[in-house]
C-alpha cells in the first residue's frame, strides 16, 4: 500500500454496504479513482469532517495498490478546500454539474492522469456555480473533454471524402463531418446546419450553445454507448435535433 496526496473532484458515489460509500473522483495527477470511504456515511470517523457530497472539491490522501490498479483504493483522509454552495442554489446549475461529472466518470479510464481535464472542470464548476444560463460553461467542457482523450470530431471537412463543401450530415461513428454525396450510404447520422457546424470550429463565438451542446451530447452518448442521464434536463425535446 502506497499512500497518495492529490486535489479531486468528487464525480459520483454509490453506497457500498451499511457504512461505507464508493466515492468516483477525478484527481488532478492520478486521474480517476474509485475509493471507498469508511464509515463515511455514519461520519463517526474524525477523520472526515462530514459526508463526501457530489461536486465537492478537496484534497484527498488515498492508500492504493499501485501493483493491484483494479482493486479500489481507500480514503484515508479528505479535506474540502472550495465550497461551491452556488451550484446548489439553482436547479440547473446542478443539473449542469452532474451532467459534466456524468460526463467525466463514463469517459475515463481508472488511473489515468488528464491534468488539462481537472482543470478544466474545477473552472467549469466554479463558472457554473454563478452560472444564469449552464450551456456555454458545459459546452465548453464537453470540447475540452473530448479533445483530452482524443475524440474531438472533425467539423471542416468530409471524414470520408475530404471535401470541405457540402457538408450536411454528423456521424459520430465516424468522427466528424460526411458530406451530401457521401451521407446516403451512412445510417447512424445527424442533419447539422451551417450554424451549428460553424460554432463548432470556432467554439469561442458568443452565440447560443444549444446546437453545439446538441450535437456534441449525441456525440458523447454514442462514445458512452448511452445518453447521460442528465441530457434532458439541460434541453427539452423542441431544441433538440433542432437543426441551425
Ligand atoms: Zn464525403
Not at 475530404?162 to 461513428?173: A, I, V
Amino acid at each position: 500500500m502506497s499512500l497518495i496526496r492529490d486535489q479531486a473532484v468528487v464525480l459520483g458515489r454509490l453506497d457500498y454496504s451499511e457504512t461505507s460509500q464508493v466515492i468516483v473522483l477525478l484527481t488532478r495527477e492520478h486521474g480517476k479513482v474509485r475509493a471507498i470511504a469508511k464509515g463515511i456515511k455514519r461520519g463517526t470517523k474524525q477523520r472526515f469532517a462530514a459526508a463526501i457530497d457530489l461536486l465537492e472539491l478537496g484534497s484527498v490522501v488515498l492508500s492504493a495498490r499501485q501493483d493491484r490498479p483494479h482493486t479500489l483504493a481507500n480514503i484515508t483522509e479528505w479535506k474540502q478546500t472550495r465550497s461551491l454552495l452556488g451550484l446548489r442554489e439553482k436547479l440547473h446549475r446542478l443539473h449542469a454539474g452532474q451532467y459534466v461529472a456524468e460526463i467525466t466518470a463514463a469517459l475515463t479510464e481508472d488511473w489515468d492522469p488528464h491534468a488539462v481535464m481537472y482543470d478544466a472542470l474545477v473552472h467549469a464548476l466554479v463558472v457554473l456555480g454563478d452560472a444564469d444560463t449552464p450551456l456555454p460553461a458545459v459546452t465548453a467542457y464537453q470540447q475540452k473533454l473530448l479533445d483530452e482523450i482524443g475524440s474531438w470530431p472533425r467539423f471542416d471537412a468530409c471524414v470520408l471524402c475530404g471535401r470541405m463543401d457540402e457538408l450536411t450530415h454528423f456521424s459520430s461513428f465516424e468522427g466528424g463531418m460526411i458530406c451530401r454525396h457521401c451521407e446516403p450510404t451512412h445510417i447512424e447520422k445527424r442533419e447539422v446546419g451551417p450554424i451549428t457546424r460553424a460554432m463548432l470550429i470556432d467554439i469561442s463565438t458568443t452565440n447560443d450553445p444549444t446546437p453545439a451542446f446538441d450535437l456534441l451530447d449525441y456525440h458523447i452518448s454514442h462514445l458512452m454507448g448511452r445518453a447521460p442521464k442528465l441530457s434532458e434536463a439541460l434541453l427539452t425535446k423542441t431544441q433538440r435535433g433542432h437543426v441551425r
